[in-house]
């Protein structure tokens, strides 16, 4: 909990002020903040593979520490061989504790575990949001190398509160997320 903690403390006490001289804002409660982290994986192949599913909602339920959210299709797909109402994703939405937690773990441990990593892209989606794609789940320490049935890739979304993207961006680089140098 000394990690929570510390993010917490690091965002009030070095990430407010450095938003506030930045950007002018006259009060603390005007700087953007991190509101929830949103990972998820869509699973495809779960529609010939059942066991899928229940893979994916362990490995992520390690990686997070909270129980994943199983999702269904809304629609037949004739092409893609999914009836309504299969399950096709898990997702977790973590926030608070939880939050912070997965974020220090993620910028601290498991994005440094990517083959040639150069830093992650600073595209964001215009509304303050910044979603990373992950390609293989073996990246986090929880996850037991000889237990992998399939290499699974995930999204990982960071919802804030910033009006622009220019305001989101300085805030996940403040937090410590490994952008790539602009060309």
């Not at 399950?87 to 939050?99: A, C, K, Q, S, Y």
């Not at 073996?138 to 190398?145: A, D, R, S, T």
Request: glycine share 6%; aromatic share 8%; no cysteine.
């Amino acid at each position: 909990m000394s990690t929570v903690n510390s993010v917490r403390k690091d965002y009030q006490e070095r990430i407010i002020p450095a938003l506030m001289k930045t950007f002018g804002y006259t009060t603390p409660m005007q700087a953007p903040k991190l509101e929830k982290i949103v990972i998820n994986q869509g699973l495809g192949a779960a529609t010939a593979d059942k066991k899928l599913i229940e893979v994916a909602s362990k490995e992520l339920a390690l990686i997070t520490g909270q129980k994943p959210v199983v999702r269904y299709s809304k629609k037949d797909i004739s092409n893609f061989k999914v009836r309504k109402g299969m399950p096709i994703g898990v997702m977790v939405t973590l926030r608070r504790d939880r939050m912070y937690e997965f974020l220090e773990r993620l910028i601290r441990i498991a994005l440094p575990r990517i083959r040639d990593f150069k830093g992650i892209k600073s595209r964001l989606d215009g509304q303050g949001n910044y979603t990373l794609g992950i390609e293989e789940q073996i990246i986090f320490p929880e996850i037991n190398l000889d237990s992998i049935t399939k290499i699974m890739g995930m999204n990982i979304t960071f919802v804030t509160t910033a009006n622009t993207d220019e305001e989101a961006f300085a805030l996940l680089k403040e937090f410590g997320l490994p952008f790539q140098k602009k060309d």
